[in-house]
Nanobody, 119 residues
């Protein structure tokens, strides 16, 4: 079982930057691919970024490519999302996700952190 806690959300002007952090505990961190998702009011939860357990590969949703960077520290059991050139449409709640890569393939979620980008 994994427990995830996000932090680093807040309010920033358009064009600014934020760095989200997610701290994991409860299981072997390197056995999990880690991701960031976001969910706007009235919409489904949207994939933002993913990083493999080794940190050797990353994947991004098209609208954030070139602006956001996901990274992880397998010593500190943390995953980060560096968000640059923020746009008002990035405003929503961001969630940390852990997906186990060794059976059983469970999913775990953090509580979410609010990001607001003012225009």
């Amino acid at each position: 079982q994994m427990h995830l806690v996000e932090s680093g959300g807040g309010t920033v002007q358009a064009g600014g930057s934020l760095r989200l952090s997610c701290t994991a505990s409860g299981d072997t961190f390197s056995n999990y691919a880690m991701g960031w998702f976001r969910q706007a009011p009235g919409k489904e939860r949207e994939f933002v970024a993913l990083i493999r357990g080794t940190g050797s590969a990353t994947y991004y949703e098209d609208s954030v490519k070139g602006r956001f960077t996901i990274s992880r520290d397998n010593v500190k059991n943390m995953v980060y999302l560096q968000m640059n050139s923020l746009k008002p449409e990035d405003t929503t709640v961001y969630y940390c996700n852990a997906r186990r890569t060794i059976p059983p393939w469970f999913d775990y979620w953090g509580q979410g952190t609010q990001v607001t980008v003012s225009s």
